[in-house]
């Protein structure tokens, strides 16, 4: 009888914990977006007998229960506390790295030969219309490789970078790697998100600038000013543990001179910096106003100079520096980008226009893709 009692408790608790987040999950207004995890969230989908016979609708609304979930951040550091007390090397993809740093797990088979060789004939196809510079970044896995966990696997992106350089040849390649790994024990990474930080993305200027023979405008690395020092970027999403917050960081000296920048044909700013951001969980966007399909820059600075910037959101820090070079830059990022490339840079091609490839290393094989 004992043993019949708990069986039927145990039951019971276990149908009251069904029945709870049910209807929880009922009378809570799903939610359209995830500051924390910085995110549109799934919308319960339409129902079809096609949809359903198809598999989609059931694979979607699995998607839409998972994305609304009740407490789904709190229920997402729980995992977390649990994956820890396993010695987990990785948790949601993300390394705990030594320093209180987070690294995205970029794992050796997910970036095969056949993708290189794909992202590359892009690039080659790109750089041959138009004498382009490329400058791929090397990820935080890659350069800080000592504050990875012990046997943690990563992708080894050296290959895939001298590929790029017997590519493209000397003139056009930027070594980014060689003077990140130079300045390893700064902090030059973020410990909370994917990004570099600005004090990366200078020294990235500073081999951009050796590589084309710019005279460096901004050639201090300690010219900085600190904005906000609470930023908890997208790794830190994943696990939503409690952690010592990020600086947010940008050079004095590219505020020296007026803008004019115009993001989408519409919107207009006069700074390079939207402070808006620095009140939100993305505060990332605080540099050129998050993400953009197009953008365009004038400086103000009489020089006849144009700048053509083909990128991902790694560039956004780093922008500012480059357009002190230039009377005008434009800045496309073909993740929202709908068009044909080479038609679309036609319309805005001048005499001398300077063209730069900058993307991460793993953005440029999961995200580099145009149609000429």
């Known amino acids: ?11 019971g608790v276990i149908i009251f914990i069904i029945l709870f987040f049910t209807v929880a999950d009922f009378v809570t207004p799903d939610r359209l977006f995830s500051e924390t995890e910085n995110r549109i969230l799934a919308s319960k989908p339409e129902f079809s007998g ?20 009740v407490g789904r951040d709190k229920w997402i550091a729980v995992k977390t506390y649990m994956d ?27 970036y ?25 970044v090397p990820t935080a ?24 350089r017997e590519l493209v040849g000397e003139k056009r390649y930027v070594d980014v790697y060689a003077a990140l790994r130079e ?63 990020d600086e947010i960081q940008y050079y004095t000296d590219t505020m020296r001179n007026p803008v004019t920048i115009t993001y989408d044909f519409e919107q207009t700013a006069d700074s390079f910096y939207e402070e808006k951001f620095l009140d939100t969980k993305n505060k990332y966007g605080y540099f050129l106003d998050d993400n953009h399909a197009f953008v365009e820059i004038q400086t103000g600075y009489p020089n006849g100079k144009t700048l053509f910037v083909i990128k991902d959101s790694y560039a956004n820090c780093m922008i500012p520096m480059l357009a002190q070079h230039y009377e005008t830059v434009y800045v496309l990022d073909l993740r929202y980008f709908n068009g044909k490339l080479f038609d679309f840079m036609e319309t805005y091609e001048q005499e001398g226009m300077d063209v730069l490839v900058l993307y991460n290393c793993i953005h440029f094989l999961e995200e580099f893709y145009y149609i000429k």
């Open 1 to 11: 009888m004992s043993e019949k009692r708990n069986a039927i408790f145990t039951s």
């Open 50 to 69: 096609e949809a359903l016979q198809q598999g989609t609708y059931t694979e979607d609304y699995e998607t839409y229960v998972t994305d609304q979930f």
């Open 84 to 110: 820890i007390l396993l010695q987990k090397k990785d948790i949601n993809g993300v390394y705990l790295a030594e320093d209180n740093y987070l690294m995205e797990q970029h794992k050796p088979e997910d």
């Open 112 to 136: 095969p030969e056949e993708l290189e060789e794909e992202k590359l004939e892009l690039l080659e196809q790109l750089v041959q219309r138009w004498d382009a510079t490329v400058m791929l």
């Open 141 to 164: 896995d890659n350069i800080l490789t000592d504050k990875l966990p012990k046997y943690a696997d990563y992708y080894d992106e050296t290959g895939l970078l001298a590929r790029v």
């Open 183 to 245: 300045h390893a024990d700064e902090q030059i990474y973020y410990r909370t998100d994917h990004h570099w930080t600005s004090l990366g993305s200078y020294y990235g200027y500073r081999a951009w600038a050796d590589a084309t023979g710019k005279f460096p405008v901004i050639r201090d690395a300690e010219r900085r000013e600190t904005v906000a020092e609470d930023f908890l970027g997208t790794l830190h999403s994943r696990i939503n543990l409690p952690m010592e917050g």
